[in-house]
């Protein structure tokens, strides 16, 4: 059974730095390119940022230079470092795994929940 387990949600002040952790079961994560993306109340699912299997990094644009993503292939966990965290960045965030060959095979973890409130 492939489970995605995020974990290191919580509340933060603005300006405030706050990491996520997501540890891949039933998989072998350097074969999937892992991402994390996030959902605000009432916002449609966005992308935050995602890494390959060679790690190569993509972010969204209003993260981009505010947070890094990185994967441990050992550990088969991907993390999320968010620093100058802003209120605009409250959400759920999940984690994602894709693999497309030889089929597409995508999963997504249950979310953490991430509030930047003074």
Same mark, same amino acid.
């Given at each position: 059974?492939?489970?995605l387990v995020e974990s290191g949600g919580g509340l933060v002040q603005p300006g405030g730095s706050l990491s996520l952790a997501c540890a891949a079961s039933g998989i072998a994560n350097n074969t999937y390119s892992m991402g994390w993306y996030r959902q605000a109340p009432g916002k449609q699912r966005e992308l935050v940022? =995602?890494?390959t299997t060679s790690s190569n990094t993509n972010?969204?644009?209003y993260v981009k230079g505010r947070f890094t993503i990185s994967r441990d292939n050992v550990k088969n966990t991907v993390f999320l470092r968010m620093s100058s965290l802003k209120p605009e960045d409250t959400a759920v965030y999940y984690c994602n795994g894709v693999? =497309?060959?030889p089929r597409r095979f995508e999963y997504?973890?249950?979310g953490t929940q991430v509030t930047v409130s003074s």
């Open positions: 059974q492939v489970q940022a =995602t890494i972010y969204a644009d693999k =497309t060959w997504w973890g249950q």
